[in-house]
């Protein structure tokens, strides 16, 4: 009689296989959970990303004739300290943008994620808007280096600050 046809040997063998298996199968459990939460914090520096640029591109897009709804989309996406004196500023601003008639209309460039966890992020951007207004018919460039540092709100990415940035 073979080694591998008596009882014992075939028992033992049967439990190393079933050990390998059960090994394989929390290996790749583990790897499996760790990919997920890679892809999951990957898609949320990206949603953040896509909010801080949004947030950028209605923060320099102001027209006089649609002010009120154009300052509304800053103040929906925007909480804490940044919302507060955004709205604070609100009537002002409405009054300088009014009565020098200015249009600016913004675009990003370039943005990038600094850093982020499941609550937070910080994006840097770079956007350039062009401005007319009663003393500039012509489009005029402004540049501008922001920081948008983001909450997370439910499923959303909100603006709690934005500092202009050299």
Do not use: C
Not at 63 to 69: A, E, G, M, V
């Amino acid at each position: 009689m073979s080694a591998l046809a008596r009882p014992g040997v075939r028992v033992a063998l049967a439990a190393v296989l079933a050990a390998l298996v059960v090994a394989g199968l929390v290996v790749g459990g583990l790897l499996g959970r760790r990919v997920l939460a890679e892809r999951r914090s990957t898609a949320a520096g990206q949603d953040a990303v896509a909010a801080a640029t949004q947030l950028a591109v209605n923060f320099t897009t102001l027209d006089y004739r649609t002010f009120d709804r154009d300052a509304q989309r800053v103040v929906d996406d925007a909480t804490g300290t940044f919302k507060k004196e955004f709205a604070a500023q609100t009537d002002q601003l409405k009054k300088l943008v009014t009565s020098n008639k200015a249009v600016s209309k913004g675009k990003v460039l370039k943005a990038g994620l600094v850093s982020h966890d499941a609550d937070s992020a910080r994006v840097i951007l770079v956007v350039d808007a062009d401005v007319t207004n009663t003393a500039a018919a012509t489009p005029v460039a402004r540049h501008y280096r922001m920081q948008v540092d983001l909450t997370r709100s439910g499923d959303q990415w909100l603006t709690d600050q934005l500092q202009f940035v050299g």
